[in-house]
């Protein structure tokens, strides 16, 4: 009887334990796809950036709550170097995708570095989330 009521507390609990930590939950629930961004291009040619918080599961991008990103790079002239909501492709969209148009300013293996702030939301949490991305673009 003893062993029984254990196993129904265990099993009840089970939930709580995995709602206990939306922090950890959060960190799992996207990714950051870069996805469309020119890759190869020869000096002084013109390139995109793109950089998309992508759902994983039931979650969204707060459309309210604060989103940054800071853009920096050696090599490529960023026409950007801060973004937020209304920079977005679509600036309602719970996924938001953007694009960031650069000149290919020297020749090498450059890398475009962002920085993302925004808050990642499910029913049950919102927790904020910090990113640090790279971005390789090789320059002939």
């Given at each position: 009887?003893?062993r029984?009521?254990?196993a129904?507390a265990?099993?009840?609990a089970?939930p709580?334990?995995?709602?206990?930590?939306?922090?950890a939950?959060?960190a799992?629930?996207?990714?950051?796809d870069?996805?469309?961004t020119?890759?190869?291009?020869?000096a002084?040619g013109?390139?995109?950036l793109?950089l998309?918080?992508?759902p994983?599961?039931?979650v969204?991008?707060?459309p309210q709550?604060?989103?940054?990103?800071?853009l920096?790079?050696?090599?490529l002239?960023?026409?950007?170097?801060?973004?937020g909501?209304?920079?977005?492709v679509d600036?309602?969209?719970?996924?938001?995708?953007?694009e960031v148009?650069?000149?290919?300013?020297?020749?090498g293996?450059?890398?475009a570095k962002a920085?993302l702030?925004?808050f990642i939301?499910?029913?049950q949490?919102?927790?904020?989330?910090?990113?640090?991305?790279?971005?390789?673009?090789n320059v002939k």
């Amino acid at each position: 009887m003893i062993r029984a009521l254990v196993a129904v507390a265990l099993v009840a609990a089970a939930p709580l334990a995995r709602a206990a930590d939306p922090a950890a939950e959060a960190a799992q629930s996207y990714r950051i796809d870069t996805q469309g961004t020119t890759s190869d291009l020869k000096a002084g040619g013109k390139g995109t950036l793109v950089l998309a918080i992508v759902p994983l599961s039931k979650v969204h991008v707060h459309p309210q709550a604060p989103l940054k990103i800071t853009l920096e790079a050696q090599g490529l002239t960023l026409e950007r170097t801060s973004l937020g909501h209304k920079d977005a492709v679509d600036p309602k969209s719970e996924a938001p995708r953007f694009e960031v148009p650069f000149l290919a300013a020297a020749a090498g293996k450059q890398v475009a570095k962002a920085k993302l702030d925004f808050f990642i939301c499910s029913d049950q949490w919102c927790v904020k989330q910090t990113r640090d991305v790279a971005v390789p673009v090789n320059v002939k």
